[in-house]
């Protein structure tokens, strides 16, 4: 879904010549932070990385969802990084928003695991 939409959106804004550059890179490693490197225009019309954190679950309403800290840090340091919320994800038309910028600064955190060293 979220990759069909992100193909559809660089079409809209006259970028289709880089839809099939539209990457889902979380398949390769989680390192990177976000699950797809997808393209933009800036406020000067310069193509620039649009990094994409797919948030998705099958509750039919919008719930809580959990972020790692590497996406978190991920999401401080990168310009034009955007969480895409999407519920219900088994309807026939789920629901779905997009968010840009620093997690912290736009959702709510509550600690819930933390790792334990001898």
Sequence with gaps: MTLAYEKDRL???GLADYKEQVK????ESDLYGYDILSYDLD???KIV????EVKATTQKTDADFYVSKNELETSKRLNNY?????YD???EKPKFYRVLGD???NFN???QTYRVQI
């Design 11 to 13: 079409e809209s804004i």
């Design 24 to 27: 889902w890179v979380s398949q």
């Design 43 to 45: 406020d000067f019309g």
């Design 49 to 52: 990385h649009r990094y994409i």
């Design 82 to 86: 955007w969480v895409y919320r999407i």
């Design 89 to 91: 994800i088994e309807a």
């Design 103 to 105: 997690i912290e600064k």
């Design 109 to 111: 955190l509550e600690p």
